[in-house]
């Protein structure tokens, strides 16, 4: 009886396959046709295709590395790779600037047995510029390890705000600035970066107490200037509240917070303090015209430094008082 089962599936088998192979149709000539929206794309910007052909598979080779068609003898591929178009639709982006040959390669096959492969090849050129000289951040690490990100006053002004002092294993330490490397980040490896004429290195010390001219020189050619200024966070020279010195406290983590505690105090209304003649104490953002509780702590209390050559450069210290 098994035996006879074996031979009725045997022979269904057999007459499967040769009706797959009688109907077995021949691979479409396949057409590599495509919809691109435009040729020329900065860097990052997305290219978009659109298959429009025939084809069961679509595979696009872009042009860049480790995606570039050779042909060797009947359009082989070697070495590199191509990318499967999904639902007809792809879209890529190059983060590097040039000229790159596109080879979309449209590929049918036999509908039932996979062979018979037939292939049809589309191939043009994209340009990829690469015109960023844009500054997105500018920082520095103190010899006590801290980062420091620089401000960005308007379109061509930067500022470093710099501590006096930093709380550096529980004890406050002197931020030397005078010879710092910088780092610059910006969306694009072509650019060059200019520092008083001087070409940038990530390995060259720089006087961060200086003002620097930078120059931002794009792949394409095309050049943005900024000023790179430098401030000291203000401190009260000296200060009292109610009769009692204060006490300078730093914070290790918030380089712009400065606390001040007092002792003994008499009254928390009447303050005496001193500081260097370009900066501003401010209660809520205004100068305090009238008697201040200097306990409250609903108040906002900031020291303002603001540069002598340039009203927009300021370095802004936040100040708590303490009272015990």
């Given amino acids: 009886m098994k035996r006879s089962i074996y031979t009725i599936m045997f022979v269904c088998v057999a007459m499967l396959l040769a009706s797959c192979s ?6 479409r000539t396949p057409v ?14 997305s290219m978009e295709l659109h298959f429009t052909g025939v084809a069961d598979q679509v595979v696009v080779f872009t042009g860049d590395e480790g995606h570039v068609y050779q042909e060797f003898g009947h359009g082989d591929i070697k070495e590199n790779t191509g990318i499967v178009v999904n639902k007809g639709l792809f879209t890529y982006s190059y983060a590097v600037p040039g000229v790159f040959h596109v080879v979309v390669v449209a590929s049918t096959y036999n509908t039932y047995s996979g062979n018979g492969q037939k292939q049809a090849k589309y191939e043009f050129d994209i340009t990829v510029k690469d015109d960023v000289n844009t500054i997105d951040n500018i920082s520095f690490q103190s010899q006590a390890h801290n980062v420091f990100y620089a401000q960005q006053a308007n379109d ?50 720089y006087n961060l107490e200086d003002k620097h001219a930078i120059k931002v020189i794009s792949h394409e050619g095309n050049v943005r200037e900024y000023t790179l200024w430098s401030l000291r966070y203000p401190e009260f020279s000296s200060i009292s509240v109610g009769g009692a ?26 303050m005496a303090e001193s500081h260097e003649d370009n900066v501003q104490f401010l209660v809520n953002g ?39």
């Avoid at 201040?292 to 802004?316: C, F, G, M, P, Q």
């Fill in 22 to 27: 009688s109907e077995d149709e021949q691979a």
């Fill in 32 to 45: 590599a046709t495509i919809d691109i929206d435009k040729t020329t794309l900065v860097t990052n910007e």
């Fill in 156 to 205: 061509h002004d930067w500022v470093f705000c710099i501590p006096t002092m930093e709380v550096y294993g529980n004890k406050n330490v002197k931020t030397n600035v005078t010879k710092r490397p910088l780092i610059f980040d910006i969306a694009s490896d072509s650019a060059k970066v200019f520092i008083d004429d001087v070409e940038y290195s990530s390995r060259s010390n």
């Fill in 245 to 270: 010195n204060g006490e300078l406290i730093r914070d290790a983590f918030n380089q712009d917070i400065i606390t001040y505690k007092f002792t003994g105090v008499a009254g928390t209304d009447t």
């Fill in 286 to 324: 205004a100068v305090p015209t009238s008697p201040i509780d200097y306990a409250d702590t609903d108040n906002v209390y900031t020291l303002v430094r603001t540069s002598v050559e340039n009203e927009n450069i300021k370095a802004v210290t936040r100040i708590k008082f303490v009272f015990e």
